[in-house]
T-cell receptor, first 110, second 113 residues
Framework: TQLLEQSPQFLSIQEGENLTVYCNSSSVFSSLQWYRQEPGEGPVLLVT?????EVKKLKRLTFQFGDARKDSSLHITAAQPGDTGLYLCAGDSGNTPLVFGKGTRLSVIA | DVKVTQSSRYLVKRTGEKVFLECVQD?????MFWYRQDPGLGLRLIYFSYDVKMKEKGDIPEGYSVSREKKERFSLILESASTNQTSMYLC????????????FGPGTRLTVL
């Protein structure tokens, strides 16, 4: 069974701080996705990383796919209250439904 | 933009009732999914469908069934609702050419009393 472990589970920081959340697995994925979910809403796709070592930037968010395509990280620079939410990573093996991590719940305090 | 809609945002039912959760997507996606989301357990796949009239069990299909009579619509059915089915239910769809990227509906928060 493929598993994705996300850490930390919870993170509470002050506005303006930087943070990194992690998504780790012992399995290799063909691609990995990050979603953000706000309270009472469905997850929304932020980015997909496909190539080992790939780095993608989305404004203040930087996503990296590990060289071996088993792990990924999300770094947020100068966090803002609007970044508050549940961040989910999901791995795609190609032939089966996505495998989701349990998420990191981020709270950014003004 | 892909739009996935779910029939209700909030639903309250009694134990033993039959419950229908409807999901409709407007982008002609082949694949549709039903998940439930519970604190500490994350997203768990209930059922999915890769085509009309096709269905596959996910990780937790017990107590649920599904129906896909039209490509755009995927229904989740709780034959006899129980209190342990109180949860947030999320529907998603995905097309064939986009790394299995999922488009989610807003969710239905179901409470079974």
């Amino acid at each position: 069974t493929q598993l994705l472990e996300q850490s930390p589970q919870f993170l509470s920081i002050q506005e303006g701080e930087n943070l990194t959340v992690y998504c780790n697995s012992s399995s290799v994925f063909s691609s990995l996705q990050w979603y953000r979910q706000e309270p009472g809403e469905g997850p929304v796709l932020l980015v997909t990383v496909v190539t080992g070592g790939e780095v993608k930037k989305l404004k203040r968010l930087t996503f990296q796919f590990g060289d071996a395509r088993k792990d990924s990280s999300l770094h947020i620079t100068a966090a803002q209250p609007g970044d508050t939410g549940l961040y989910l990573c999901a791995g795609d093996s190609g032939n089966t439904p996505l495998v989701f991590g349990k998420g990191t719940r981020l709270s950014v305090i003004a | 933009d892909v739009k996935v809609t779910q029939s209700s945002r909030y639903l309250v039912k009694r134990t033993g009732e039959k419950v229908f959760l409807e999901c409709v997507q407007d982008m002609d996606h082949e694949n549709m999914f039903w998940y439930r989301q519970d604190p500490g357990l994350g997203l768990r796949l209930i059922y999915f469908s890769y085509d009309v009239k096709m269905k596959e069990k996910g990780d937790i299909p017990e107590g649920y069934s599904v129906s896909r009579e039209k490509k755009e619509r995927f229904s989740l059915i709780l034959e006899s609702a129980s209190t342990n089915q109180t949860s947030m239910y999320l529907c998603a769809s995905t097309g064939p050419d986009n790394y299995n990227e999922q488009f989610f509906g807003p969710g239905t928060r179901l409470t079974v009393l």
